[in-house]
């Protein structure tokens, strides 16, 4: 039990005293999330439109593949890109592995299908309202897209709000496809593994309070943007 109150104490010295090394991995581990989260989303939320307003053979099959992928296991996607990206692979020439790159591919096949799922599930209740509207309206498939999009808005940034969290909780694939480099792939979920396995607890823990004020601090932000509290009331 002394061990614990102590470890907390030196990370909270190491959180106020803003280290250098507990920062920098911070930092690094919001770069590639975020990147990850800007190009899944720039994926994942027009496939779900599309998925709403459009009627076609395979579509219930792709509905249904979409969701059993947001359960995909991170080890293998992370095991896939390696295979993908390593020397003896079709884009080994890139030399992208152990790199944020890398990092970012996997985070953005991790989160894609989990992003397009939940947003496909509001754009669809969306679309049943619209539908009468746009189709006596003769909008284009695009026009509709881009109308479910934008008035769907405040709900598709719960969505990206999920890929966030799953994409800065990740160890697995993150592990495999970028190393634990330090001061280049090392992100805060590899170091807390890494430092907890050393026994340092101080570093581990500081690292875990950065990352749950991270995660808060986006709630935060996207309940602001959505506006979900109104009247006073939430």
Known sequence: MNDLWEGLWQAARLVLSLDADLYEIAARSLRVTLSALVIACAIAL?????????????RRATIAI?????????????????VMLSRSGPLGVLGLLFTPTAMVVAQVIIIVPLIASIAHQSLRELWAEYHDLLISMNAGRMQRIATLLWDGRRALLTA???GFGRGVGEVGAIMIVGGNIDHLTRVMTTAIALETGKGNFALALGLGFVLIALSVMVNLAIHWLSRTETGGRW
């Open 46 to 58: 027009p496939l779900a439109a599309f998925l709403a307003v459009q009627r076609f053979r395979w």
């Open 66 to 82: 979409l969701n059993a992928l947001m359960g995909l296991p991170p080890v293998v996607v992370g095991l896939v890109v390696y």
């Open 160 to 162: 990206a709000l999920a």
